[in-house]
């Protein structure tokens, strides 16, 4: 298998085919499909040099896939397609349409749908290894205690080394947003405001 990374940090291409793996998310977004669509445009214009873009014959690019790996806590099918048809007005013949697979690595039984591919399969361990050293208190030096831990274990070990400063910044913010949605759900219940599930 070939495999070699693009111009970006959201996609592979391996064998021919653009893997574009967007991001790990608590709760399914409805709107990737629209998302990726941005996403494939700028990847699409990095490979393709301008100047065959206006020529006679085709210039070939690789077929793309679309993934979201979806680690939340609430019940989720092992695999499910988010349609870019799903936003449009209406309904109709319209040719453009763009579908996203998300996969459920937020649990063991998910495995059999990930041995195929080593990216998620990678991307799900080092989720659950960021999970198992986060700290509130020291949250900087539990990413890059994670990360040391990944790479030790041969887990998207060339990502890693390259960006792990922006991998760590990226876990801050997710982090901070999570806590931040934690307090707010507290407080509304204290309000009973909302009746929270």
């Not at 998310?25 to 393709?48: A, D, H, K, W």
């Not at 100047?51 to 092992?78: C, H, S, T, W």
Request: proline share 4%.
């Amino acid at each position: 298998m070939t495999r070699k990374t693009t111009n970006n940090d959201v996609s592979w291409e391996i064998n021919g085919k653009l893997i574009v793996l967007v991001e790990h998310q608590s709760t399914v977004n409805e709107n990737m499909p629209f998302r990726c669509l941005e996403y494939v445009t700028r990847i699409y214009e990095g490979i393709v040099p301008i100047k065959n873009r206006y020529a006679e014959k085709v210039y070939k690019i690789p077929n793309p896939d679309f993934y979201v790996v979806y680690i939340g806590n609430k019940e989720q099918p092992l695999e499910q397609e988010l349609r870019l048809s799903d936003a449009f007005y209406e309904k109709d013949s319209s040719k453009l349409e763009l579908v996203v697979k998300v996969k459920n690595c937020s649990n063991s039984r998910i495995f059999p749908l990930i041995k195929s591919c080593d990216i998620l399969k990678e991307y799900c361990r080092f989720i659950e290894i960021v999970e198992m050293n986060f700290d509130k208190r020291h949250p900087r030096r539990s990413f890059q205690k994670a990360i040391e831990q990944a790479i030790e274990e041969g887990i998207l070990t060339d990502y890693l080394d390259r960006k792990s400063r922006e991998v760590i910044n990226m876990l801050c913010a997710k982090y901070d947003y999570k806590m931040d949605i934690a307090v707010k759900k507290k407080l509304l219940w204290m309000l009973r405001l909302y009746s929270l599930s």
